[in-house]
């Protein structure tokens, strides 16, 4: 499936597993998974950045091609808390080895179902624990991106940090590693949701773009589409002279405005189409705020129906 000399952009999409039944046969058929982001000091650290080599993609158990990933979720979280919170009360999650023995259990079930890797877009300010991820990857088989990042809500010491210094920081995670580590992120991930693109959120964004063109590391992003949020973020990545093939613009299933979408697409950027779930959730008590699963598969079946989605990003068996 070709997409028209006017559209360069793609989508993303989180499939269901089998146990879905007919809603994981339905969308099957329709949807596409791309297989797949001054101060003179910060100015330095940018400039000498080392690029990732094309077509290597960093997991939490090193680089693989790009050709390795497989069936992908482009925008998955293992654990959610805030910074800190593992270490100071894992008896929260059941204790730290109950909690990995049930996600690695979870994690061999998708890999039964054909799932090979995910992209964990757990960020600093919620939870983020690398060891954990690879641990997690290393019993459970399942190949893990994790990221760099921030989310939404900034900590006093995050909140006070320039555009510049977010972005040294990104670089920082991804050439020396993560929390003392040699595990390097494989994607950047921000996001600005319903109340907008706030100041530190600007930053984050700006920031984003700024490592992202240093090291090649794509950028993957938290949007609040009912409101449009994703053209305000393409707009900040492109005044950074960002390519929009390096972003993919998240949750833009929760908007059925082809309009939207299709402006963004045309710009050039990856839509990720990941929230699916959320519209199975809430079929048990429909949310007239929520779009049905069903309404999400529609809109990937128009999206890709006008042309954007290649033919080698297709799941396997869709060919």
Known sequence: MQAPAATTGSLQVTRFPNSMGTRREFLTQVAGAAVAAVSTRTAHALKGSSRQRPGTVQTVQGPIHASKLGSTLPHEHICVSSAGFWQAWPEFFGGRAAFINKVVGKLKEARGEGVDTI???TTIDVGRDIRLLQEISQKSGMQIVACTEHWLAPSLSMAARTADE???FFVLEIERGIDG???????????SDQEG???????ALRAAARASKATGVPVTTHTYAAARVGEKQADIFE???LNPVSVCLGHCDDSDDMDYLTGLLKRGYTLGMDHLTWGVRDSAEPNPSTL???QRAQTIKKLIDAGFCRADALPRDVH
């Not at 580590?181 to 996001?191: L, N, R, S």
């Open 119 to 121: 992209v964990d877009a």
């Open 166 to 168: 977010l972005a040294e």
């Open 181 to 191: 580590t040699d595990i390097k992120p494989g994607v950047i991930k921000v996001a």
């Open 197 to 203: 693109v706030t100041p530190f959120l600007e930053s």
């Open 239 to 241: 005044s950074e002279g």
């Open 292 to 294: 049905s699963w069903q």
